[in-house]
């Protein structure tokens, strides 16, 4: 099973919004609302970010957001800051309690 | 503050075999489902295997089924990854994380384990 589909990079400047996709199938994505995202520095363990497409665990900012359509979801960051720089990882839920990650996306802050 | 601490990896030749360990502080490990994820060099992050809190569902991603074992000892708050019939596809930093209760998603993980495989 192939990774799910994510945009290599994206950029913005400080206070833009950035959108990162994350492209599957109905095996998958489109197949649960249980798509979650993970931000990851350098070095340091993933962050749950967003977890069944749209929530949010407490102490995550308001400025991450998820969305679902179809079988692609997306991570939007409003309001970009300095230390947003990393790179972001979706994952869905692939049914018999598997899941899959996306190929992950690095987020530079111009 | 959660915290996860993986031990136990280190160099292993092709074929050969390894445990990973991961013990819990400040939380009932008992309590959750675990998992098992990967990231080899340079590349995205593989789900490798999951046990459920008590123990008695299992699952693993069929690039690792029939050579991983995972297993948990709650008594003493850790999880584990038996890794036999490495090959270096295996070479990887390791992650142990918690599920967040409920739901389909991983809410800690560790710092991670490197795990190379190389003649």
């Known amino acids: 099973q192939s990774a799910l589909t994510q945009p290599r990079s994206v950029s913005g400047s400080p206070g833009q919004s950035v959108t990162i996709s994350c492209t599957g199938s109905?095996?998958?994505?489109?197949?649960?609302?249980?798509v979650s995202w993970y931000q990851k520095h350098p070095g340091k363990a993933p962050k749950l970010l967003i977890y069944?497409?749209?929530k949010r665990p407490s102490g995550v900012p308001y400025r991450f957001s998820g969305s679902k359509s179809g079988n692609t979801a997306s991570l939007t960051i409003s309001g970009l800051r300095g230390d947003d720089e990393a790179d972001y990882y979706c994952?869905?839920?692939?049914?018999?309690?598997?899941?899959?990650f996306g190929s992950g996306t690095e987020v530079t802050v111009l | 503050e959660v915290l996860l601490v993986e031990s136990g990896g280190g160099l292993v030749k092709p074929g050969g075999s390894l445990r990973l360990s991961c013990t819990a502080s400040?939380?009932?490990?008992?309590?959750?489902?675990m998992n098992w994820i990967r990231q080899a060099p340079g590349e995205g992050l593989e789900w490798v295997s999951s046990?459920?809190?008590?123990?008695?569902?299992?699952h693993y991603a069929e690039s690792v089924k029939g050579r991983f074992t995972i297993s948990r000892d709650n008594a003493k708050n850790s999880v584990y990854l038996d890794m036999s019939g490495l090959g270096v596809e295996d070479t990887a930093l390791y992650y142990c994380?918690?599920?967040?209760?409920?739901?389909?998603?991983?809410?800690?993980w560790g710092q991670g384990l490197l795990v190379t495989v190389s003649s």
């Open positions: 046990i459920s809190s008590s123990g008695s569902y299992i």
């Open positions: 109905s095996s998958d994505v489109g197949g649960y609302e249980y």
């Open positions: 069944d497409v749209t």
């Open positions: 400040s939380f009932v490990l008992g309590s959750y489902t």
């Open positions: 994380a918690r599920d967040l209760i409920g739901y389909y998603s991983f809410e800690y």
């Open positions: 994952c869905s839920y692939a049914g018999t309690s598997s899941y899959i």
